[in-house]
């Protein structure tokens, strides 16, 4: 990043969000910090895709504010917001298939980064991939998939940085190595949200953590408090 990011680099304020005529996000009030790294918990069908798909332009908030990077930005669309520097790293695996893996690299340039930038970051970043550079995405191993999608991301040089549910249906070990990267872009400036429903390795991660039900947060704070206050919020005493 070129120039010094505002501080919160997010803020979001009274953000409610729709699906047709269902609200599911009832005014949420959320910020971080440039380079923090931030923790996303809590039960199923609280909020927690659809606050990361509203910072990154794909639900659009029906009330309230979302401010990236100083910027106003509501109705922004995901394209926009990409070269403000969201980067979204949605479930699953999301790659393409059958590309290959320096394919996959390659067609990921929207946010203005040359290609060749993206190639060299993401196989100094993950020497793994740049042994597979030319295996189709679709034949690797899940966890390998996933650091495909996370290596594209984090070479874009992003603002900030969503990451949903990255550890699901990886093992442990893949889980670990992938958000070791994700702590060192935060070291680096990067700004982080994850949401994980392996709660316990990232609250040793993340800076702070919150709780999200309801559509609201219903608590946030450094992580070693959340940890003790997660078993109430799913259970529905939030
Ligand atoms: P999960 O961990 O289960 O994904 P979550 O906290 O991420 O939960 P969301 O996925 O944001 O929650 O869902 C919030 C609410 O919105 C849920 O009631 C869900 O059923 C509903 N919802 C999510 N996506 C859609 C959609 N595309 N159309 C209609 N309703 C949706």
């Not at 597979?132 to 998939?145: D, H, I, K, V, W």
């Not at 940085?161 to 990255?166: G, H, M």
């Not at 994980?196 to 991660?205: C, G, I, K, P, S």
């Not at 219903?218 to 799913?234: H, K, N, Q, T, V």
Request: proline content about 5%; some cysteine; overall charge negative.
């Amino acid at each position: 990043m070129t120039s010094p990011l505002p501080d919160p680099v997010i803020e979001l304020s009274g953000v409610r969000a729709s699906y047709g005529r269902i609200e599911v996000l009832h005014g949420v009030d959320l910020k971080a910090s440039p380079g923090e790294f931030l923790a996303m918990l809590g039960p199923n069908g609280a909020g927690k895709t659809t606050t990361l798909h509203v910072l990154a332009g794909l639900v659009q908030a029906t009330a309230g504010h979302v401010h990236i990077a100083g910027r106003h930005v509501n109705g922004t669309n995901p394209d926009a917001l990409a070269r403000v520097g969201v980067c979204l790293i949605t479930e699953g695996r999301g790659v393409f298939p059958n590309l290959s893996v320096s394919d996959n690299l390659r067609v990921f340039s929207s946010s203005g980064t040359p290609v060749s930038v993206i190639e060299e970051r993401s196989y100094d970043r993950f020497p793994r991939l740049a042994e597979r550079r030319n295996q189709l995405a679709g034949t690797m191993s899940g966890g390998e998939q996933r650091m495909l999608a996370l290596a594209r991301g984090l070479a874009t040089d992003p603002a900030v940085l969503l990451l949903d549910e990255l550890s699901i249906g990886l093992a442990p070990l893949i889980v670990e190595s992938l958000y070791e990267s994700v702590v060192e872009s935060a070291k680096d400036g990067v700004t982080v949200i994850a949401v994980e429903q392996f709660a316990t390795l990232v609250l040793d991660l993340a800076d702070r953590a919150c709780i999200m039900g309801h559509g609201k947060i219903s608590d946030e704070g450094p992580p070693a408090m959340i940890a003790g206050r997660l078993r109430d919020a799913y259970l529905g005493g939030s």
